[in-house]
């Protein structure tokens, strides 16, 4: 009996010693075939912590930034093939919500798994190429539509992905959209947004968007948009995802004059970059899109833009663990002007694009460096029109200038008065070429007669108008004026030319000479001076205070 349960027991245990990995073989196995190949099972990947994160981002991200200064030091400038009136990016756009509905789709990710490059991008990211796509045209075009300020806050972003029996669309990764309708004004419709099935597996953080001014002297901003998921245990345990988005255009407050035909230029710069990183199962990627642009526009004598010529540099990038470094640097130049009614760009016009990169340019990048040379016309036009504001408030960014000043003349019956004028930028004192107009008497017309009523002042030739004071003294009795120029507006409100407003100055001259000293103070401390020869005049109005009477 007990022979029979021992032969059942081996039996019944037989095929669970024999059982287990069917692909691995076992430590003496019978017969070894080496056409097999054998791996051992995937080690757990440990939860990726914030500090580990951070190191390999900050690491990833130095490398980056390495072969993009590389490629603007050792690229040579390659021109290639681009149709100068392809990116008609702002024909027929009157407001922020039309614009934003041509940059946003095509910033997303319609291009992102594009060509060669593109598809080692989506092998990295593994089977959520698609959701991480999603996720960073929501981030954008979220971005973008805050970063336009009020203007752009109803407009109605949605981000639709392609879908297939219900399912999300792998072969399709998502879309940005912005519906509007044709109507005049344009209907606004709501806001949608595909909900994140996988919400409840991550824990999200997106603070409020930060917002920092432009530096003294400028008109602009600089934003950042971040949004965090870290994945919680038991499904997405180990991934963190990062999304970062910076828009910082800027333009000088006050035009400069610059070279010999001395043109009103007020400088701009513009920076903008996208960074999606990844990390799961103990791989990292990193993806960049960067743009930094410096402009120029040009105002002319009526103190509006004339037209703002840009240079633009564009870097795409991605790294990874187990992804080869890609690094591609196109330039652009161009120009556009600005509607003066709508402050929105127009006649956008790229005129070259240059390569920087070693390898050839690819076609599928065309139609993104098109749109991100929008991007940096949309943005920077914007603080154009600010700037622009800001300079055509009276006596902001130049004064006008009286010879002789003003309140230094004693007042004579019908005597007139020669008083050379000149316009003069606050900041260095530059001589701007203007035409002075809108003479007008003060402190009312006809109080006396100021010609012209119109003169133009060029560099070394200062306009010149005559003043005829009235028969009988008026207080304040002068003249006003105002100029508009390259470098800005001016009006002569506190620092009307006026006659002195007494009858009386005080004129002295004085001849002050003080020799050499040498002292020993009675503490021990020993002062000392060179002496000086220095001769001093002055002519002081003198105020009659009837109130004195």
């Not at 669309?169 to 949608?192: G, Y």
């Not at 390898?359 to 139609?367: K, L, S």
Request: charged share 25%; glycine share 6%; net charge neutral.
């Amino acid at each position: 009996m007990s022979a029979r349960v021992i032969l059942l027991l081996s039996v019944m245990l037989l095929p669970i010693s024999c059982g287990g990995d069917k692909h691995l073989p076992s430590s003496n196995p019978p017969e070894y075939d080496p056409k097999n190949v054998y791996t051992a099972p995937p080690a757990q990947s440990r939860p990726a912590t914030p500090s580990m994160t951070t190191t390999e981002l900050e690491s990833l991200r130095s490398k980056l930034d390495a072969l993009e200064a590389g490629l603007k030091v050792t690229g040579k400038e390659k021109k290639v093939p681009f149709d100068p009136n392809s990116p008609q990016a702002f024909k027929g756009l009157t407001n922020p919500c039309e614009i934003l509905s041509r940059l946003a789709p095509s910033l997303g990710s319609a291009q992102l798994f594009a060509g060669h490059e593109g598809a080692a991008l989506k092998k990295a990211l593994g089977p959520e190429a698609d959701e991480v796509a999603r996720r960073m045209d929501e981030q954008l075009a979220e971005g973008l539509k805050h970063s336009l300020g009020s203007g752009a806050a109803d407009c109605p972003i949605s981000v639709r992905a392609g879908r297939s029996n219900g399912q999300m669309d792998r072969f399709h990764p998502a879309r940005v959209v912005l519906a509007h309708t044709t109507s005049t004004p344009p209907v606004l419709l709501a806001q949608t947004t595909i909900p994140d099935t996988s919400q409840d597996d991550y824990d999200v953080n997106k603070p409020p968007m930060r917002r920092d001014n432009a530096p003294v002297g400028w008109v602009g901003y600089k934003t950042t948009d971040i949004m965090t998921r870290i994945g919680k245990p038991p499904r997405t345990e180990g991934i963190y995802e990062s999304y970062e988005m910076v828009i910082a255009p800027k333009a000088k407050q006050c035009p400069h004059l610059e070279g010999p035909d001395l043109k009103g230029l007020a400088d701009g710069t513009f920076e903008w970059s996208f960074v999606m990183y990844r990390r799961a199962m103990g791989q990292a990627v990193l993806y960049r899109r960067h743009v930094v642009a410096t402009l120029k526009g040009e105002v002319d004598d009526n103190a509006k833009i004339k037209q703002v010529d840009f240079d633009v540099t564009v870097t795409l990038q991605h790294i990874g663990t187990e992804l080869a470094p890609y690094s591609q640097s196109y330039g652009t130049t161009g120009h556009f002007t600005l509607d003066h009614q709508t402050s929105l760009p127009q006649e956008f016009k790229i005129i070259t694009v240059s390569d920087f990169s070693e390898a050839g340019a690819q076609a599928n990048d065309a139609h993104l460096i098109g749109t991100l040379t929008a991007l940096v016309a949309y943005f920077s036009g914007q603080e154009y029109y600010r700037a622009q504001l800001y300079w055509n408030h009276p006596n902001t960014c130049v004064d006008i200038v009286f010879n002789p000043a003003t309140k230094t003349q004693r007042f004579a019956p019908n005597k007139s008065y020669q008083v050379k004028t000149e316009l003069r930028t606050k900041k260095d004192q530059t001589v701007v070429p203007t035409k002075f107009k809108e003479a007008r008497e003060r402190p009312r017309e006809g109080n006396g007669r100021v010609s012209p009523r119109e003169d133009k002042s060029e560099i070394n030739r200062p306009a010149t108008f005559t003043y005829q004071a009235p028969a009988t003294k008026v207080q304040h009795s002068g003249f006003r004026l105002t100029a508009v120029s390259r470098a800005g507006v001016a009006e002569a409100k506190d620092g009307e030319w006026e006659l002195a407003p007494s009858a009386y100055v005080l004129e002295f001259k004085s001849h002050i000479v003080q020799e050499p000293l040498n002292i020993v103070s009675g503490f021990g401390v020993q002062m000392s001076s060179n002496g000086f020869d220095a001769h001093v005049e002055a002519t002081v109005p003198l105020r009659l205070r009837y109130d004195a009477i």
